[in-house]
Antibody
Framework: QVQLVESGGGWVKPGGSLRLSCAAS????????MSWIRQAPGEGLEWISD????????YHADSLKGRFTISRDNAKSSLYLEMNNLRAEDSAVYYC?????????????WGQGTLVTVSS | DIQMTQSPSTLSASVGDRVTITCRAS??????LAWYQQKPGKAPELLIY???SLESGVPSRFSGSGSGTEFTLTINSLQPDDFATYYC?????????FGQGTKLEIK
């Protein structure tokens, strides 16, 4: 059974940093592209970043490039999102998702999400 | 970035109705479009991929169509479990984008 469990969310002050993790199980993690997507309270979905199965190809939303960095550790079946210089508008539920064997794949399944709150 | 525009933003319908949601892309995305269902407090779930392919386990009352810039999601014979928010998403461009969502409400 595929399972994605995000962790690392919480409250942080503006300008602070957080590292989110996504622990994967139930599938061969190293075979799949993975992604981060977020959803601000009461708002729609916003794609953040994709990473290829090997980690050699990375795609970021232009609006977040430079502050957010995706990475993965295939030996640990884990996906990460390093977030720096956080702003109030980064407050959201952050989801990890399987993207498929290549970049021409949709997102699914998704994890349950981890909430990030940026506030002073 | 490719802009995705869904209509309507809100849709009121009754159990047993047939409903259609439209998604328009600002440029051609071939058939690289997905539809997701999201219930309150839950993660989105994939319903349709490649515009018209039904994800495993999704009821056959859901169907998708379209190509290029115009796409539709149709739900036949609405069930109580179908009242949720639906999002389209293009994966033609490396900069993925979602529609703003359509909330399907009980009339």
């Amino acid at each position: 059974q595929v399972q994605l469990v995000e962790s690392g969310g919480g409250w942080v002050k503006p300008g602070g940093s957080l590292r989110l993790s996504c622990a994967a199980s139930g599938f061969t993690f190293s075979d799949y592209y993975m992604s981060w997507i977020r959803q601000a309270p009461g708002e729609g979905l916003e794609w953040i970043s994709d990473i290829s199965s090997s980690g050699t190809s990375i795609y970021h939303a232009d609006s977040l490039k430079g502050r957010f960095t995706i990475s993965r550790d295939n030996a640990k079946s884990s996906l990460y999102l390093e977030m720096n210089n956080l702003r109030a508008e980064d407050s959201a539920v952050y989801y990890c998702a399987i993207q498929g064997y290549d970049e021409t794949s949709p997102f699914g399944p998704w994890g349950q999400g981890t909430l990030v709150t940026v506030s002073s | 970035d490719i802009q995705m525009t869904q209509s309507p933003s809100t849709l009121s319908a009754s159990v047993g109705d047939r409903v259609t949601i439209t998604c328009r892309a600002s440029q051609s995305i071939s058939r690289l479009l997905a539809w997701y269902q999201q219930k309150p407090g839950k993660a989105p779930e994939l319903l349709i991929y490649k515009a018209a392919s039904l994800e495993s386990g999704v009821p056959s009352r859901f169907s998708g169509s379209g190509s290029g810039t115009e796409f539709t999601l149709t739900i036949n014979s609405l069930q109580p479990d179908d009242f949720a928010t639906y999002y389209c998403q293009q994966y033609h461009s490396f900069s993925r984008t979602f529609g703003q969502g359509t909330k399907l409400e009980i009339k």
